[in-house]
Antibody, heavy 124, light 108 residues
Framework: EVQLVESGGGLVQPGGSLRLSCAAS????????MHWVRQTPGKGLVWVSD????????RYADAVKGRFTISRDNAKNTLYLQMNSLTAEDTAMYHC?????????????????WGRGTLVTVSS | EIVMTQSPATLSVSPGERATLSCRAS??????LAWYQQKPGQAPRLLIY???NRATGIPARFSGSGSGTEFTLTISSLQSEDFAVYYC??????????FGGGTKVEIK
């Protein structure tokens, strides 16, 4: 059974840092691109970042570029999101998600598995 | 960035009735559109990709259609477990991947 379990969220002061983790199981983690998506009641679902299977490529939403770093450890089947210089705007539930590709294996067509998320609250 | 707009925000439907949800893109996304279902306290679940392809294990009562800028998710006969929030997402031009604001399907 595929499982994605996030951890590391919590209450942090503005300007602070947090490192989120996403533990993957039930599939060959190293074979999949992985993403982070955050969710708030006001803004809904917002894409944050993605990372290639070997970690050599990554991309970021403009709102987090330069502050967040995505990484992965394929030996530990774990995805990470290092978040620095946090602001109230970063308050959200953070989900990790596995990419589903088309039959060629080359193109994104959706997220076939998501974690339930870890809540990050930025407040003084 | 492609903006996705869903309507209505809330849809009140009786069990057994048909539900039709709409999603509009600010520019053409071809057929590169997915739909997700989310229940309270749960992660989103992929329903449809490629505008009309059901994901693994999704019942046939869920169907998707459309291309370009106008898309529809239809639930042919609502079951109790279908009351949830539904999101569309475009993946034609990204990053960023973008989602609609959601449609809540509630019991009438």
């Amino acid at each position: 059974e595929v499982q994605l379990v996030e951890s590391g969220g919590g209450l942090v002061q503005p300007g602070g840092s947090l490192r989120l983790s996403c533990a993957a199981s039930g599939f060959t983690f190293s074979g999949y691109w992985m993403h982070w998506v955050r969710q708030t009641p006001g803004k809904g679902l917002v894409w944050v970042s993605d990372i290639s299977t070997d970690g050599s490529e990554s991309r970021y939403a403009d709102a987090v570029k330069g502050r967040f770093t995505i990484s992965r450890d394929n030996a530990k089947n774990t995805l990470y999101l290092q978040m620095n210089s946090l602001t109230a705007e970063d308050t959200a539930m953070y989900h990790c998600a596995r990419v589903k590709t088309d039959s060629s294996g080359n193109y994104y067509v959706g997220y076939d598995y998501w974690g339930r998320g870890t809540l990050v609250t930025v407040s003084s | 960035e492609i903006v996705m707009t869903q309507s209505p925000a809330t849809l009140s439907v009786s069990p057994g009735e048909r539900a039709t949800l709409s999603c509009r893109a600010s520019q053409s996304v071809s057929s590169n559109l997915a739909w997700y279902q989310q229940k309270p306290g749960q992660a989103p679940r992929l329903l449809i990709y490629g505008s009309s392809n059901r994901a693994t294990g999704i019942p046939a009562r869920f169907s998707g259609s459309g291309s370009g800028t106008e898309f529809t998710l239809t639930i042919s006969s609502l079951q109790s477990e279908d009351f949830a929030v539904y999101y569309c997402q475009q993946y034609n031009k990204w990053p960023p991947l973008t989602f609609g604001g959601g449609t809540k399907v509630e019991i009438k």
